[in-house]
């Protein structure tokens, strides 16, 4: 079957630059390019690192590039802004939609698969009767709106990474086919057998001390301020650190600070030296860091389609401290966690569990990746999903 593949036209496939959704398409191409399922073409937005990237070689994988820093490509942008007919996304979203249609409308596809852009699928089935999958890794089909409900009337199916996600899309009241795909996780970047963790003293910390740690985008709806506030509570207990990773975006993003980001450092300037901001961390390094630490505390409240970091932290050992949100407890069955309510007394509920953890420590350990969140069974589950979509009546 010939297959395409859209991107959300902000990061590069292959994963050079991370992005959780990526990471994922890589782990189907991956396979793909292993087992010979199908012949698949990858649209994505260019980047100069995967330009020799080994992937490349595929002779099943065929990689299409659109040129987003491009005068042309940003000239062209600015037209669409001011002429373009976009209704849905940020108009550069959406150019990028208009230039990969351009390049696609010139093959023919048996079916084509949509990443986490819903909004492509309206302008798209109207262009072409191949069948259409929606891949939806977040938590954007929940309102019973008509475009909502024009946009599920419009694919052929849909991949959910989590029974909740599932649930929501159901809420909008268009029967359709919904497949439950979760996430995986490569469990080689995360074997604590190979990992040396990052030192203690170079992040500022002491070798007795107990440190949680909290990775992802410095944005609000992740909890990060709440855990601050936590651990304001915590203060006298000297030797309860906390280890931050990550930025507001990707690596070479221009932007990566703003007022949310200096109001966690301010409160920061309180915890003396409690607190250390790593800044963004490349994700195949991730697990180094996180073996630093004794606990992670994962307090979104985004309601998370999936909770790839329960994963990751489990992966390594970790006892986890999340919020009962969205996906997250589905990633966390059989583990050794405490998960809280949100509420306005999220940053004491997170100071108590982490003070619980500590105090029983051995009590949590035993954590481990399970089978089903490997990247193998990903993509497994990725194309029997698609088969089973394909082939009913």
Known sequence: MKIAIITSGILPVPAVQGGAVENLIDYALEYNDIHHIHDITIYSVKNKKTSYHNALLSSVNHYVYIDTKSLIYKIGAKMYSYFGNYYYYHYQLEYFFERVWRKMKKHSYDLIIIENRPGYTIPLSKRTSTPIILHIHTNILFEPSDQNKKIISSVKGIFAVSNFIKNEILKVGVKSDIR??????????????????????????????????????????????????????????????????????????????????????????????????????PYNNIANYLLAANVAVIPSHINEAFGMTCIEACAVGLPVIATNDGGIPETLVDQKHILLDVSPQLPQLIANAILEIKNNYSSYQGNSLKRIFHKDSYAKSFFQSLSNIINQS
């Open 180 to 281: 439950i795909v979760y996430n995986g996780l490569d469990p080689n970047l995360f074997n604590t057998s190979n990992i040396v963790p990052i030192n203690r003293k170079e992040l500022g910390f002491k070798e007795l001390d107990f440190i949680a740690v909290f990775w992802g985008r410095l944005v609000a709806n992740k909890g990060i301020k709440e855990l601050l506030q936590a651990f304001l509570l915590l203060k006298k207990h000297k030797d309860i650190k906390l280890l931050i990773i990550g930025a507001i975006n990707f690596e070479d993003s221009e932007n990566q600070s703003n007022s949310f980001v200096e109001e966690l450092k301010k409160i920061a300037t309180d915890l003396d030296d409690h607190v250390t901001f790593t800044g963004f961390i």
